[in-house]
């Protein structure tokens, strides 16, 4: 590996995620602050952006870009209290563009905040008992877990794991509270010491996430570290853990792919933070920091091999995982509308189209959370569960769900979901939130008309080839190339164990639809009893299986558009 990236020198320069971030909020002569900052602001879930509709015009006229800034709250696990809830809708509407954005990381964004709302909403965010701490950058994420309040021992526990992962991967810099809430930097603050992370803290995003299977509601596979709950008597007895996986490539460079993680051993609750903490100092160490294109954990892998880097995390550990435990993942995404626990319980899975909470919606969770005395549940598909809801309170919740039109709509809606994408998103190739929702329309039509209208068929679209939106694990993935224009991936497994394959590359909506409509008319005529749409694909030919990250690009066939 050549030389370190500018990234690291901003990070070692630093002085633990400080820079000049301070003194450029207090900068009101322009709306953003200076360049090196803004990669450190992520590290407090924090992103510089622009509105990109607006970019044209203001060029005109010759002004500085629109620039407004995105906060992404960290979450553990999605819970939030109701009255937290109350809050971060008070933020967004009096610091934010009024609307909440709800993650496929299990997080709430705020976007729009304008520069001298920023430090307001932190503290708002703050007085909520969350924080935005390493939401972004080059850290730990936001740990998400499957949303399965329905058993509620073992939801408690994979809750208490991620807050306690989260936790304890944290940075130690006191930089978020200086800079944001305190105002003031305590003295000494800067010589603080990094124990885990390192001074130039990862090499890049580092991700983890809980599974209990039959749910993959998480999709355990696509984050560096996956932890399948194994349960034995209503209890959790240890995890799979599973590492090296992720979603984001480049179009065009075939070194770069998405990645499935391998499943290296079993471990027993009481190990598994540590498990998780000596793959992140491997990770640290020996993570590419020259390119971020290949920094990730899954490329670490492949480099150095799995068994080298099982042996190594053998080594730090001092104790060899056990054998993988046997277990069956029957779906990714999320169940619909009400599901009882046995402790008499009911927790509604409440659809929110790509996340996006405005208008009615807002209006009606806003009135919901204020009755409401259970949890607010964020799901890793931008979904939402009210959870804990009392047989008493229930006829209340139903009639406000009514009362503001909050309906589950049909299958294939329920299970497609959407990355950010324009107008803020700085990275995106093309719309993915603002176009599903009319694409969706149009397959439903098709659907219907050969009898799929209550088929789950999981449909997953991005802006560009990152992958926010898990793509390559859907049945059908759309994904960015430039405006209007998308590659179209199929064969991804339902239950989010196996990768999909490029099909048409290049398609605008027209071709997306009529691609589809033809599969469509051959999966309702030649499907075998319970075949799901991504196996038929590859049953029928359609496309060919994909075996292992590195064979993403491999056995694409010369279809036409390809
Ligand atoms: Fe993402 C970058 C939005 C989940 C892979 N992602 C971005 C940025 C911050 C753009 C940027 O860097 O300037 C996007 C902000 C858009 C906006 O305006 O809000 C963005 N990512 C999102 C969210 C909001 C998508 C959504 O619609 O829900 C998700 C927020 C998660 C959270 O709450 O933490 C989101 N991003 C993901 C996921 C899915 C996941 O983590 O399960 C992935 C694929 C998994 C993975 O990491 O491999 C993902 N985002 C990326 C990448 C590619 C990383 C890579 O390894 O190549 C980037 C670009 C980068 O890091 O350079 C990116
Ligand atoms: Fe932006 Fe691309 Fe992520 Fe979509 S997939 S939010 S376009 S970075």
Not at 286 to 310: C, Q
Request: hydrophobic share 40%; aromatic share 6%.
């Amino acid at each position: 590996m050549s030389d370190r990236s500018r990234n690291e020198f901003i990070k070692e320069e630093s002085r633990y995620l400080r820079g000049t971030i301070a003194d450029g909020l207090r900068d009101h002569v322009t709306g953003a602050i200076a360049e090196d900052d803004t990669q450190l602001t992520k590290f407090h879930g924090i992103y510089q952006q622009d509105d990109r509709d607006l970019r044209g015009e203001r060029a005109k006229k010759k002004l500085e870009k629109a620039f407004s800034f995105m906060a992404r709250v960290r979450v553990p696990a999605g819970v939030l209290t109701a009255a937290q809830w109350i809050g971060l809708h008070d933020i967004a509407a009096e610091r934010g563009n009024g609307t909440l954005r709800l993650t496929t990381r299990q997080t709430i964004q705020l976007h729009g905040l304008i520069k001298s709302n920023l430090r307001p909403a932190i503290q708002g965010i703050h007085a909520a008992l969350l924080d935005t701490i390493a939401a972004c950058g080059d850290v730990n994420r936001n740990v998400i877990a499957s949303v399965v309040p329905q058993h509620p021992a073992i939801h408690t526990e994979i809750t208490a794991l991620a807050r306690a992962i989260s936790e304890h991967l944290l940075p130690r810099s006191r930089a978020w509270h200086e800079i944001f809430v305190d105002g003031e930097q305590v003295v000494g603050g800067e010589t603080e010491d990094e124990p885990i992370l390192g001074r130039t803290y990862l090499p890049r995003k580092f991700k983890i996430a809980i599974a209990v299977p039959p749910q993959n509601d998480t999709d355990v596979f696509a984050h560096d570290i996956g932890l399948i709950a194994i349960v034995a008597q209503g209890k959790v007895v240890g995890y799979n853990v599973v590492a090296g996986g992720g979603m984001g490539m480049t179009h065009g460079e075939p070194d770069t792919f998405p990645r499935t993680g391998d499943v290296l051993g079993f471990s027993t609750p009481d190990q598994v933070v540590e498990v998780c903490e000596k793959i992140v100092t491997i990770q640290r160490d020996w993570g590419d920091r020259s390119d971020r294109k290949h920094a990730r954990l899954k490329y670490t892998i492949e480099r150095v091999g799995l068994e080298r880097f099982a042996a190594e995390l053998q080594a730090r550990l001092g104790i060899s995982l056990a054998p993988a435990r046997p277990y069956q993942f029957a779906r990714t995404g999320d169940p619909s509308g009400w599901i009882e626990s046995a402790d008499g319980q009911a927790h509604h899975f409440l659809f929110i189209e790509n996340g996006r909470v405005l208008g009615t919606m807002l209006d009606g969770l806003r009135a919901i959370a204020e009755r409401h005395d259970g949890r607010f549940i964020l799901t890793a598909n931008q979904n939402l569960v009210i959870a804990d809801v009392a047989s008493a309170q229930r006829p209340v919740l139903e009639s406000l769900l009514q009362q503001f039109n909050l309906s589950s709509p049909g299958a294939l809606r329920r299970n497609a979901m959407a990355c950010v994408a324009l107008p803020t998103c700085g990275l995106a190739l093309a719309e993915s939130e603002r176009y599903l929702p009319q694409l969706i329309d149009a397959l439903e039509r098709e659907a219907a008309q050969y009898g799929l209208g209550n088929d789950e068929i999981i449909i997953r679209m991005t802006g560009c080839p990152n992958g926010c939106a898990r793509p390559y694990l859907a049945e059908i993935g759309l994904v960015g190339t430039g405006p209007g224009r998308y590659n179209l991936y199929l064969g991804g497994a339902f239950e989010g164990t196996r990768l999909s394959k490029l099909y048409r590359q290049d398609v605008g909506h027209a071709d997306m639809v009529a691609s589809l409509k033809l599969l469509f008319a051959a999966y309702a005529g030649q499907r075998r009893q319970g075949e799901r749409f991504g196996d038929f694909v590859i049953r029928t030919g359609v496309v060919r299986a994909t075996t292992a990250g590195h064979r993403f690009h491999a056995d694409v066939a010369s279809a036409p558009g390809v």
